[in-house]
């Protein structure tokens, strides 16, 4: 039995950590809006009265 081994390219591996390094923005915007949106900051509505 052969064991090969298969070397990336330089190509490839520039490739991978692009899509890696998209995909981790991705996630890490989804977090900040998701945190804005949830209204943190701001008071429920049910206590806007008082």
Not at 19 to 45: C, D, N, P, Q, R
């Amino acid at each position: 039995m052969d064991k090969k081994t298969q070397i990336d390219s330089r190509g490839k591996r520039i490739g991978k950590f692009v899509l890696k390094t998209i995909v981790y923005f991705a996630i890490l915007m989804a977090l900040i809006y998701l945190y804005e949106y949830s209204g943190l900051t701001s008071v429920h509505f049910i206590y806007n009265e008082f």
